[in-house]
């Protein structure tokens, strides 16, 4: 089964609101945190590293006060995209890395639709 | 520069036919390397990963990965494809071995197409 829960599976929100999408960590606490973004047929490309307890490492070129993390307990990320644009529709997936430290575990992503 | 190259966009094979998915990586040292599966519209599903060790690794589904060192290469193969393995197949790398793992580089993924 699953051990990275994201939610919701599939979002359509209009322009200039914002969505938050939940990253859970199933069966094991999870101090670190990653937030990714998949455009159609592409690759995925890091956007932050969310650390519980403190803020989150954003990676160049993405805006830290359009993506919002929150990593407030060992089992929950989440990640706020405001002031959504069209331009921000993609596939957001996060990971988490496991208990003991050696596996990196996905969640089953996010499609955001803004129109 | 590190990289991680996966340098087949597009794969097609036919039913029960064996399968070998490229993966190379730039580095001066010998990085963690895993393999990942996407199905259409959904997460990655771990196949296999390489840390150390014996060099031919087996995952899940009848998957297995060799690393070469000589070569920096980590290709995945499945002697006998079944169709419910199409899907997207993405190669990813850390390379900060020296270090708690952390963020992952991916390749830019093979799609797998099964003929029946």
Redesign the interface.
């Given at each position: 089964g699953a051990v990275?829960s994201?939610h919701p599976s599939r979002v359509i929100c209009k322009s200039g609101t914002s969505v938050k999408i939940e990253c859970r960590s199933l069966d094991f606490q999870a101090t670190?945190m990653?937030w990714y973004r998949q455009f159609p047929?592409?690759?995925?490309m890091?956007m932050a590293?969310s650390n519980e307890g403190s803020k989150a490492t954003y990676e160049q070129g993405v805006e830290k006060d359009k993506f919002l993390i929150n990593h407030a307990s060992l089992t929950l990320s989440t990640l706020t995209v405001t002031s959504a644009h069209p331009e921000d529709s993609s596939?957001y997936?996060c990971?988490a890395?496991s208990g003991n430290?050696?596996?990196?575990?996905?969640?089953?992503?996010s499609?955001l639709t803004v129109v | 520069a590190q990289s991680v190259t996966q340098p087949d966009i597009h794969i097609t094979v036919s039913e029960g036919a064996s399968l070998e998915l490229r993966c190379n990586y730039s580095y001066g040292a010998t990085p963690y390397l895993?393999w990942?599966v996407q199905s259409p519209?959904?997460?990655?599903?771990?196949l296999l990963?390489y840390?150390s060790g014996d060099t031919l690794v087996q995952g899940i589904k009848g998957f297995e990965a060799e690393f070469k060192r000589s070569q920096s290469s980590f290709n995945l193969r499945k002697p006998s494809v079944h169709w419910s393995d199409a899907a997207e197949y993405?190669c990813a790398v850390y390379f900060d071995r020296g270090s708690?793992?952390?963020?992952?580089y991916?390749?830019?993924?093979t799609?797998l197409t099964v003929w029946p």
């Open positions: 990275v994201q670190t990653f047929k592409q690759s995925l890091l590293t596939f997936i990971s890395r430290g050696n596996t990196i575990y996905f969640g089953e992503g499609w | 895993f990942y519209g959904q997460g990655l599903q771990l990963k840390f993405f708690t793992l952390g963020r992952l991916f390749g830019r993924g799609q």
